[in-house]
């Protein structure tokens, strides 16, 4: 059973993870077991960031979005001399584990770490773009999707008044599922997203046929994956002849207080990510399936690619 571990988190902040390191923090009091903190991401092991925590520490946290222990990209660490340097200044505090709170990038690190050095490690799905393998839940893509919605919800009233076509552009680089599902629940009439190939001269000619039959407004949602909007929006202006606005929402999507949702599940991930690293478990993730918690192997994680459930591309398209 190890006795000292420390958690952080890496890579995009994202609503709940403050919930998740609390869950672990205090899992881990519990047990009898001391627990470091680690500023920063990898930046903060490589340069020492690292404090010793109480409870009290992680008090007053579950209700914030972003990160309290902050959160970098590390090009050193990216380096084997980089992972030496931060395994060397866990091993000298004593630290037996490591609980890492990231997206594919951030695992991706912490299972090269691993089998370079033999750290126990264990994961936790930290990024909004819901796009780890093998968990249909990440920490955090509850909030920022509804975060989506809200916005959503407000440009359909100006739509509406101006009879406006809107392409909003939301996150989601390699994955289209926050575009997605509030799409879905936004009532977009046009979703695009990386997954999926798409011909915008034929939704031009789409919309232009609504327009005809009264449609009085349009939303269509772009994940950045997919497009820019600042490109799409003035190709569809010009080939449907309509008012065309763009938003795009950017980093308003990380932030603010997280859901339910995502503080309860994230506080489920936490504990067990604590019990399984201080029974000595190493290399897997912890995630979610079918409402159930499920470990994953850490290395299938990180080089499999998560897909977009189908289901959602032919509902979108059916309730269009």
């Not at 609980?99 to 090269?112: F, K, N, P």
């Not at 003035?234 to 859901?259: F, M, N, W, Y």
């Not at 290399?283 to 994953?296: E, Q, T």
Request: net charge neutral.
């Amino acid at each position: 059973m190890l006795k000292s571990i420390a958690v952080m988190t890496s890579g995009g902040d994202s609503p709940g993870m403050n919930a998740a390191v609390r869950a672990v923090t205090r899992t881990a009091l519990h047990q009898g077991v001391k627990v470091w903190g680690i500023r920063g991401g990898y930046h903060g092991m490589l340069d020492e960031d690292i404090f010793e925590m109480e409870s009290k520490d992680v008090g007053d946290i579950i209700q914030r979005g972003g990160t309290f222990l902050g959160t970098a990209r590390c090009k050193r660490f990216q380096t084997p001399e980089g992972r030496m340097l931060g395994y060397k200044n866990l091993v000298d505090r004593g630290i037996q584990g490591l609980v890492v709170v990231g997206g594919d990038g951030s695992l991706r690190g912490a299972s090269t770490l691993s089998q370079e050095t033999g750290l126990p490690i264990v994961g936790l799905p930290g990024t909004i773009d819901n796009d780890v393998w093998g968990s249909e839940y990440t920490i955090g893509c509850d909030t920022a999707a509804n975060t989506i919605l809200d916005a959503m919800n407000k440009l359909r009233d100006t739509a509406s008044a101006h009879r406006r076509i809107i392409v909003l552009e939301v996150m989601g680089r390699n994955s289209g599922w926050l575009a997605m599902v509030a799409g879905i629940s936004g009532g977009a009439e046009y979703i695009l997203v990386p997954e999926e190939p798409f011909d915008l001269d034929e939704i031009c000619e789409s919309m232009k046929a609504e327009y005809e039959k009264g449609k009085r407004y349009i939303l269509m949602v772009v994940a950045e994956g997919a497009g820019k909007a600042s490109e799409i929006g003035p190709i569809v202006a010009e080939k449907t002849g309509r008012d065309t606005r763009v938003s795009k929402l950017g980093h308003i999507q990380r932030g603010g207080s997280p859901s339910v949702i995502d503080r309860v599940k994230a506080s489920q991930l936490g504990e067990h990510a604590a019990l399984a690293i201080i029974s000595g478990l190493s290399d897997i993730v912890f995630g979610f399936n079918r409402g159930h918690v499920v470990s994953i192997n850490l290395h299938d994680a990180v080089n499999n690619k998560k897909t977009l459930d189908p289901q959602f591309m032919r509902l979108a398209k059916v309730l269009a």
